[in-house]
């Protein structure tokens, strides 16, 4: 199944690029999976980060998901993606950091592993650009600041893992800690 999300999303997301690079954005879907395989998620969670961009990002429906990868794979995609594009950046965001709070642990993990992913390409654009990096995001250093640590917050509400330390959720919080400051 993890071979043919591979395929899936890169035929999904052919000809797409990262936001101010020239990066193919398949490389995104597939560091998110690498992530979750590396923790120990179970292969649907790792199928789903693979195809987590996929509904808001391509043509790919979620019915086409449904039918080609189940439907727990369909329900944590959804989960992932944002339910009203129209909406003004900040309703969208509070709207996903309320939704994480009480969201299932499958969603989490892929939600953890794609902002752990986009951070870690920040903090390095970061290194290499400077300041000049957050003028790629439709919103500044102060807001992506607060939608981080409000990621960080709602992903760490009623977490219960045996092991956090050295986890993914553990490694976001260090990131966006290292990131922005305690």
């Known amino acids: 199944m993890i071979n043919l999300a591979i395929e899936v999303a890169a035929q ?6 990262r936001k101010g690079t020239n990066i193919p954005y398949i490389t995104h879907p597939y560091a998110v999976g690498i992530l979750l395989l590396q923790a120990g998620c179970a292969e649907e969670v790792v199928v789903a980060g693979l195809l987590h961009d996929t509904l808001e990002d391509t043509s790919l429906s979620l019915e086409e998901i449904r039918r080609q990868f189940g439907q727990r794979v369909a ?6 993606s944002e339910p009203n594009r129209a909406l003004p950046w900040e309703e969208r965001k509070q709207h996903t950091l309320n939704f994480l709070r009480l969201a299932p642990l499958d969603i989490r993990w892929v939600v953890c592993a794609d902002k752990l992913h986009n951070l870690r390409t920040l903090a ?30 709602s992903l760490w509400h009623n977490l219960h893992l045996p092991h ?7 490694q976001l919080k260090e990131e966006v800690e290292e990131l922005f400051g305690k």
């Open 164 to 170: 956090l330390s050295g986890s993914l959720f553990h």
């Open 12 to 17: 999904a997301h052919q000809g797409q690029v």
């Open 124 to 153: 390095y654009d970061l290194t290499l650009l400077g300041d000049q990096i957050w003028s790629r995001f439709s919103r500044g250093r102060s807001q992506q600041e607060w939608y981080y640590r409000g990621i960080v917050d």
């Open 75 to 80: 329900d944590i995609v959804l989960g992932c």
